[in-house]
T-cell receptor, first 111, second 115 residues
């Protein structure tokens, strides 16, 4: 089963609105990362939050992490048409180099 | 840097044929990952290498799949014989292991269609 589960699976909002996606995971982590995938392309790293951090900002992105609930959220503010993509969370556990990716949220921004 | 380079971008083959996918990681990166992405199963890790050595191949579906990394700048994923259920997008990614972040950089993928 997937380590990470994103919620919702799909989200459609009007341009200019904020988009929030959630991720839940099952085991202890070293860090949690969010990636974006445009249609037909590879995944691109967006932002990383360490296990001892609770909130991180990067431009229009805001990530929160609650290790007690094993959950994270990604907020995209003032959405743009170019934000249309799938978004994945990925967890990194200590002791190895691999990431475990979630199932993704498909975000559609309506112009 | 040119990023992670995969070839071919698209591959169409007939069932039973051998398929070889290629990947050139980012120069200086010492970990390399092969993933498969389908609508049904999402993104699956097939195998990863650290310093050219296979570390975890538990995601390789069956003996028809094999992967090699003969040097730090090249890796192959081979399917022999191919089957229609192998149709998917295959991604290669690389990272700099040893730093605490383990951020991965993905190639553009190879879209494989097995007829």
């Amino acid at each position: 089963s997937q380590q990470g589960e994103e919620d919702p699976q799909a989200l459609s909002i009007q341009e200019g609105e904020n988009a929030t996606m959630n991720c839940s995971y099952k085991t202890s982590i070293n860090n949690l990362q969010w990636y974006r995938q445009n249609s037909g392309r590879g995944l691109v790293h967006l932002i990383l939050i360490r296990s001892n951090e609770r909130e991180k900002h990067s431009g229009r992105l805001r990530v929160t992490l609650d290790t007690s609930k094993k959950s994270s959220s990604l907020l995209i503010t003032a959405s743009r048409a170019a934000d249309t993509a799938s978004y994945f969370c990925a967890t990194h556990a200590r002791g190895n180099e691999k990431l475990t990716f979630g199932t993704g949220t498909r975000l559609t921004i309506i112009p | 840097d040119a990023g992670v380079i995969q070839s071919p971008r698209h591959e169409v083959t007939e069932m039973g044929q051998e398929v070889t996918l290629r990947c050139k990681p980012i120069s200086g990166h010492n970990s390399l990952f092969w993933y498969r992405q389908t609508m049904m199963r999402g993104l699956e890790l097939l195998i990863y290498f650290n310093n050219n050595v296979p570390i975890d191949d538990s995601g390789m579906p069956e003996d028809r799949f094999s992967a090699k990394m003969p040097n730090a700048s090249f890796s192959t994923l081979k399917i022999q014989p191919s089957e229609p259920r192998d149709s998917a997008v295959y991604f290669c990614a690389s990272s700099l292991a040893g730093e605490s972040k383990n951020i991965q950089y993905f190639g553009a993928g190879t879209r494989l269609s097995v007829l």
